[in-house]
């Protein structure tokens, strides 16, 4: 499973931007210029990535496209509250990933070369279905994480590979 992000795209009615409009509109903020650079960003292509990792890869203060570490952290806040991203723990750190457009999934995650394989299961949603009906649970979402050692880290055991190593 050396390919990821193979799930393609959900059919929306709205883009990113018309959606996180409408979000700030309803409450009562307006779209500003960083705002939107970091969407520009984000939305660049699918990863997952955390607050860290994105603010590396920001154009300095002073370039075009700057935006500041603050607002950074309060407006993946907003993409998250807005549904256009997704957040989740890994390790103790934030993990953020594109929710709207983007098909419902599940990771794998290398604890060697720390990489995120994506799947989908429908055993697993029925799976799912079954024990919430057990327990009469209406069920809002759902989040796994397989841990372990991905196909590429097993085949060369002795060396550690770095995150560098597999672009
Ligand atoms: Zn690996
Ligand atoms: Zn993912």
């Known amino acids: 499973m050396e390919q990821n992000f193979t799930l393609g795209d959900v059919q929306v009615s709205m883009t990113p931007e018309e959606r996180f409009d409408e979000y700030l509109q309803s ?3 307006r779209n500003t210029q960083q705002r939107r650079n970091l969407m520009d960003i984000v ?3 699918h990863e997952h990535f955390d607050a860290d990792t994105l603010i590396e ?17 309060r407006t993946l806040a907003e993409f998250v509250d807005a549904g256009l991203l997704r957040k989740f723990e890994l390790d103790g750190r934030a993990v953020y990933e594109h929710d709207y457009g983007y098909p419902q999934h599940d990771h794998l995650h290398c604890t060697v070369c720390d990489e995120l394989f994506e799947f989908q299961s429908d055993e697993l949603l029925e799976l799912r279905r079954n024990v919430a009906q057990k327990h009469r649970f209406r069920v809002t979402s759902h989040r796994l994480i397989i841990s372990g050692v991905c196909e590429r880290c097993s085949r060369t055991p002795r060396r550690k590979r ?3 190593d597999l672009i």
Request: no cysteine.
């Open 57 to 73: 890869q920001l154009p300095r203060k002073g370039d075009s496209g700057y935006v500041s570490r603050p607002t950074v952290y």
């Open 27 to 29: 409450k009562g903020m």
């Open 43 to 45: 939305y660049s292509r």
């Open 162 to 164: 770095r995150k560098q």
